[in-house]
């Protein structure tokens, strides 16, 4: 069975956009997503065009700061710190990877916490494994979104993340230990990981390798989640193979990408509301 994201995520926008118009009835004015990206990746600045082409369609409005490659850290944290600043902004998504002469976590920690509707500072980190969220990293959040949707029981089940990355492995880890799930975390030193897969009833692939888990390292039934997104539409899990094992999977795309972005949306709104509220 298909785990899609779209469908769900089209209900997530879509109460998102409700929210957006009860802030801007109040207020005058819209919730304010600021976007950052330093240099030109394409693939950054693709994601970044799709993030503020979905606000402005959910009445949410997009302030974005493109900055040149040569930017140094002070100088990126110096402009995160204004925006953390600045009322008129809600939320503040960095887009990821930075240029690799930049201190990445320096710029994320100069994100205000209460602004940071991409969930990539230490402070919605700790957050997420204490249990007290304020804002969800965006695609482990919609991972989890997607498991409610499918009814995915987690509580007692065995999960298993590929990948430790701060904006994705680690969160996702986090969420499911806090439903309880037995949590195994792996990397790229892991050893014998195909194994360590088999035994895992929840399988999240976050990894950045074109089909790199196997058909055969999924345990007959098991949920699979494929986080990955690579160039060709590709996700991180061979899905042809892994299709016959699974009993619930996610597609690539339409799985796990439309509900990261929804979950930002989401956020972003929250975050307008709450601080109007304050
Ligand atoms: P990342 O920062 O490069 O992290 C990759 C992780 O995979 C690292 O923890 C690395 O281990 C681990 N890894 C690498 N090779 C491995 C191997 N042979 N065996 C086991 N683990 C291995 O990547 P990311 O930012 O987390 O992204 C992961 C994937 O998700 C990418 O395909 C990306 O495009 C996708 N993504 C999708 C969305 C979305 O919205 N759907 C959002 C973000 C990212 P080490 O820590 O030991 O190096």
């Known amino acids: 069975m298909l785990m899609s994201g779209t469908e769900l995520a089209?209900?997530?926008?879509?109460?998102?956009?409700?929210?957006?118009?009860?802030?801007?009835?109040?207020?005058g004015a819209k919730p304010c997503l600021a976007t950052v990206i330093v240099g030109e990746d394409p693939?950054?600045?693709?994601y970044v065009r799709m993030k503020q082409n979905r606000c402005h369609k959910a009445g949410?409005?997009?302030?974005?700061?493109?900055?040149?490659?040569?930017?140094?850290?002070?100088?990126?944290?110096?402009?995160?710190?204004?925006?953390?600043?600045?009322?008129?902004?809600?939320?503040?998504?960095?887009?990821?990877?930075?240029?690799?002469?930049?201190?990445?976590?320096a710029a994320f920690e100069a994100i205000a916490p209460h602004k940071d509707v991409d969930g990539v500072t230490m402070h919605?980190?700790?957050?997420?494994?204490?249990?007290?969220?304020?804002?969800?990293?965006?695609?482990?959040?919609?991972?989890?979104?997607?498991?409610?949707?499918?009814?995915?029981?987690?509580?007692?089940?065995?999960?298993?993340?590929?990948?430790?990355?701060?904006?994705?492995?680690?969160?996702?880890a986090m969420l499911l230990l806090a439903r309880d799930a037995t949590v195994t975390i792996c990397h790229s030193k892991t050893v014998g990981l195909a194994d360590v897969v088999r035994t895992a009833d929840i399988v999240v692939a976050a990894v950045g390798k074109p089909r790199f888990v196997q058909g055969d390292w999924i345990k007959p039934g098991a949920v699979v989640v494929d986080a990955g997104y690579n160039e060709g539409n590709v996700g991180d899990?061979?899905?042809?193979?892994?299709?016959?094992?699974?009993?619930?999977?996610?597609p690539v795309p339409g799985g796990v990408g439309p509900t990261t972005i929804a979950v930002l949306l989401e956020q972003t709104v929250d975050a307008s509301l709450r601080q109007l509220d304050a």
């Open 43 to 46: 693939a950054s600045v693709t």
């Open 124 to 172: 919605s980190f700790a957050g997420m494994s204490f249990g007290h969220n304020d804002f969800l990293s965006c695609t482990p959040g919609g991972i989890m979104r997607l498991l409610d949707a499918h009814d995915v029981e987690i509580a007692g089940k065995h999960a298993v993340v590929i990948g430790r990355s701060p904006i994705l492995g680690k969160p996702a």
């Open 237 to 250: 899990v061979d899905f042809d193979a892994a299709v016959d094992h699974a009993g619930l999977i996610t």
């Open 60 to 105: 949410i409005e997009s302030r974005h700061v493109a900055l040149p490659e040569r930017t140094t850290t002070e100088e990126l944290v110096a402009q995160i710190r204004e925006l953390s600043d600045d009322p008129a902004v809600h939320g503040i998504l960095l887009q990821h990877p930075v240029p690799h002469h930049i201190d990445e976590r």
């Open 10 to 27: 089209r209900a997530i926008v879509q109460r998102a956009a409700e929210k957006a118009a009860d802030y801007t009835r109040r207020t």
